[in-house]
């Protein structure tokens, strides 16, 4: 078992930053791809990002690419999420899950694990 408890959201303005955090326990966490989707109000919960687990490799949606950076620190056990230049539509609960893969993953059903979310309210 890997227990997921993400932290750092807010209501913050256009064009303002946010650093999400995401504290792992439990089983093993370096050896895990760590990923981290929104879902917003009606719609589907989609990918934003993930970095494999020695951090070489990170991956982003189209839609965050150039402004959102994934990192993780094994030692600490924690993921993070930064997030700069956020637009309203970057409104969402953003979750952190963790998958049983040392590749690239960017499919909701890849993830093993999620944490409860942290919600992200960016007004105009």
């Known amino acids: 078992q890997v227990q997921l408890v993400e932290s750092g959201g807010g209501l913050v303005q256009a064009g303002d930053s946010l650093r999400l955090s995401c504290a792992a326990s439990?089983?093993?966490?370096?050896?895990?791809?760590m990923g981290w989707f929104r879902q917003a109000p009606g719609k589907e919960r989609e990918f934003v990002a993930c970095?494999?687990?020695?951090?070489?490799?990170?991956d982003y949606a189209d839609a965050v690419k150039g402004r959102f950076t994934v990192s993780r620190d094994n030692a600490k056990n924690t993921v993070y999420l930064q997030l700069n230049s956020l637009k309203p539509e970057d409104t969402a609960v953003y979750y952190c899950?963790?998958?049983?893969?040392?590749?690239?993953?960017?499919?909701?059903?890849?993830?093993?694990?999620w944490g409860q979310g942290t919600q992200v309210t960016v007004s105009s």
């Open positions: 899950a963790a998958a049983y893969s040392m590749r690239i993953r960017r499919r909701v059903g890849e993830y093993n694990y």
């Open positions: 970095i494999t687990w020695t951090g070489a490799l990170t």
């Open positions: 439990g089983r093993t966490f370096s050896s895990n791809t």
